[in-house]
């Protein structure tokens, strides 16, 4: 009976060796995903390899990425390398090149050698915002105005875009007072499938009482770490006299 466990025991250790991770890159960046796989000799014997590493993507759509069989490699996704002098040292880690946002979803790498190996990773995509917005803006006398943020380019979806102004030395978010009127746009989903969003601001002549004060449109996404995490674009806003 104890004979029986360690064997099993050994078989499963062997034969399975099941690991999920995740991994983050940025657009048009370069990534390896692992595929360390174990050998009963010394060095790989070719005839008896095969390789197998598929993608699930977020729609659940599987595709074949690469395989190896009886020798020979073929690669079915343009961009992606099985280094082969890496392949005969248990090494069959996937390098994918400019990575884009279809590039994300779960790697599986399978491995029979004759004993079967799989290793799987997930991919997550990003790309940073870019945060546009006018250096300068002015008001007519009694008048209202509206200032756009433009906030391009990024990925996931997710983002939050929120409207300061500062008068002095004092900081307040716009859009509650009666002087300033927020408005945010729908995300736009771009071919490359990235997300894009427009946020405005409009503002009345009386909110400066004929000084200066600056309009910062501040944009939080994941790709903002840290300190990093949120953009600061400073507008100049005057008022010109009628
Ligand atoms: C494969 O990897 C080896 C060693 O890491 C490296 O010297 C070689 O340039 C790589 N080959 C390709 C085609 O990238
Ligand atoms: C990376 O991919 C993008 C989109 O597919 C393409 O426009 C760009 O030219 C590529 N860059 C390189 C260096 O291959
Ligand atoms: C800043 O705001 C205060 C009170 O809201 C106001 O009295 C002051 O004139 C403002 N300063 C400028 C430069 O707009
Ligand atoms: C954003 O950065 C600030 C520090 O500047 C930090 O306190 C805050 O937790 C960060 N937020 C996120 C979501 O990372």
Known sequence: MTI????????????????????????????????????PHKLVEWSA?????????????????????????????????????CLRQSDASLQLHN?????????????????????STALKVLALPSVLLPEKATVREGQEKTIQCDVTGFYPEKVAVTWLIQNGTQTIH????????????????????????????????SVLRGGEIHVICQVEHQTYNGLYNRSLHQSRFTVQPL
């Open 4 to 39: 029986k466990l360690m064997v099993l025991a050994l078989y499963c250790k062997g034969s399975l060796a099941e690991i999920t991770r995740e991994l983050s890159v940025l657009v048009g960046n370069e990534v390896t995903l692992s595929c360390m796989f174990d050998t």
């Open 49 to 85: 390899l095969s390789i197998e590493w598929n993608m699930v993507d977020k729609h659940a759509k599987k595709s074949m990425v690469y395989t190896l069989e009886d020798g020979r490699a073929h690669v079915y996704k343009e961009g992606s390398v099985v280094n082969e002098t």
């Open 99 to 119: 990575v884009t946002v279809g590039d994300e979803g779960l790697y599986t790498c399978r491995v029979i050698n004759p004993l079967i190996y799989t290793e």
């Open 174 to 205: 716009a859009g509650l007072g009666q002087l300033s009127r927020v408005c945010n746009e729908l995300a736009v989903h771009n071919p490359d499938g990235t997300y894009s969003i427009r946020s405005g601001i409009t503002l009345h002549s």
